[in-house]
């Protein structure tokens, strides 16, 4: 992919996201006057442990899917991702069904069809992805998240409560996976379930089950003991607080990074040389930079008048937490469409050891910040711990050898 076509694919990506964006980001106050904060807390619980299984669904062999050349290659190892899809969903209808019996909590009956619905829409972006369906993903990406915020004002405006919330999503992102299912494979849909070398392909790309797999777990695990403990620990109000806190101030990360991610990866897994690869990474870091500080200045400034005045007095404590927040944001925005970098350059163990560390000081900082100060505490412990993480990681990027 040359420099020009780098841009086109992004453009084309951001102006999706950015629709896509625009939709949930407009819609946001009137859902958050349709669900109460127990409502966000209950759908954040299930839906946060539906995507740390779901970004494992296909064990990450959909992130190899760009290295395979030939189509008939690429048909196996998607076939491969459809049986490991296939037993992850069947884990969590076990785990539902668990989390019912034991928890009394029956949102949890949704659990295997939205890591289903997740995990595909992942595998099929990636799919798009290296056949170059860079307006396939974009449109997807408008209904996952549009779409979903749709669903979302409908079925609360039918007062669905925490089922509106995790039915809109759960609808949405099977509608996505569907859209972006394009081309064909070859052999067709039908031929994925035929038998297929499996074993030589799994073989071949083991390093993305074996290092990929934990570190994309551990991340999601992040986002998923995060609510756990402020439910645990607060209740399921403020773990709605944190829950809308982080949808809304992770979106300028998700509309940004997904778009240049998927972009970016392809090209740094074919750079001519190391030194054309980490120039490339340099300048995006950059770039990232100088959008990040000015979002950070805006939180810790209005942090708390903006929530308030946007979603209703109610959420203003999600606007004090999003202030302590700030720090945290502007480092994650940078960072994360950086993440692919350890793909394209074999460096997977390097960034599961890393990544491990990241989750440990995440954890120690949101339960040193909850005990010392509440929810607003929780978030300032948050920005200090990963302001040495990520500083670490983005040293590491500048100077790789």
Not at 322 to 348: D, E, K, T
Request: net charge positive; glycine share 10%.
């Amino acid at each position: 992919m040359t420099s020009a076509s780098l841009t086109r694919a992004t453009l084309t990506l951001l102006a999706g996201s950015a629709l896509a964006q625009a939709v949930p980001l407009l819609l946001g106050p009137w859902i958050a006057r349709l669900y109460t904060p127990a409502d966000y807390g209950q759908f954040s619980l299930v839906w946060s442990v539906a995507s740390n299984l779901a970004v494992v669904g296909c064990a990450r062999y959909e992130f190899a899917l760009a290295l395979e050349t030939e189509a008939a290659g690429a048909a196996t190892l998607l076939a491969l991702c459809l049986r490991v899809l296939l037993a992850v969903t069947a884990v969590a209808t076990v785990v539902g069904g668990a989390w019912m019996f034991w928890a009394d909590l029956s949102l949890a009956a949704a659990l295997p069809l939205a890591v289903l619905a997740a995990a595909a829409s992942q595998a099929l972006a990636q799919w798009a992805a290296r056949a170059g369906q860079f307006a396939a993903l974009a449109w997807g990406r408008v209904l996952q998240w549009g779409g979903g915020a749709l669903a979302q004002v409908g079925l609360g405006l039918l007062q669905a409560g925490p089922w509106g919330l995790i039915g809109g999503a759960t609808l949405a992102t099977a509608a996505a996976a569907a859209l972006q299912a394009r081309p064909a494979p070859a052999g067709g849909w039908g031929g994925l379930l035929k038998p297929q070398p499996l074993r030589e392909m799994a073989r071949k790309h083991r390093d993305f089950p074996l290092l990929n797999t934990p570190h994309a777990f551990a991340g999601a695990l992040q986002d998923t003991l995060a609510i756990v403990l402020l439910t645990a620990w607060l209740g399921a109000p403020e773990a709605g607080a944190w829950a809308l806190a982080l949808r809304y101030l992770k979106a300028p990360a998700s509309l940004v990074g997904g778009s240049l991610s998927q972009a970016l990866y392809p090209q740094l897994a074919q750079a001519a040389s190391l030194v054309e690869a980490r120039a490339l990474v340099r300048r995006n870091l950059l770039l990232l930079a100088a959008l990040a500080l000015p979002l950070m200045a805006t939180l810790l400034a209005f942090g708390p008048w903006l929530f308030a005045a946007v979603f209703g007095p109610q959420w203003r404590g999600a606007g004090e937490l999003a202030r302590s927040l700030a720090p945290y944001v502007a480092l994650h925005f940078i960072a994360s469409p950086l993440s692919v970098v350890m793909m394209a350059w074999g460096a997977q163990a390097w960034g599961l050891k890393l990544a491990l560390v990241g989750q440990a000081l995440f954890i120690a900082g949101l339960a040193a910040g909850l005990e010392l100060g509440g929810l607003a505490g929780a978030g300032w412990g948050v920005s200090a711990a990963m302001l040495l993480y990520f500083g670490y990681f983005f040293w590491a990027l500048w100077t790789w050898e």
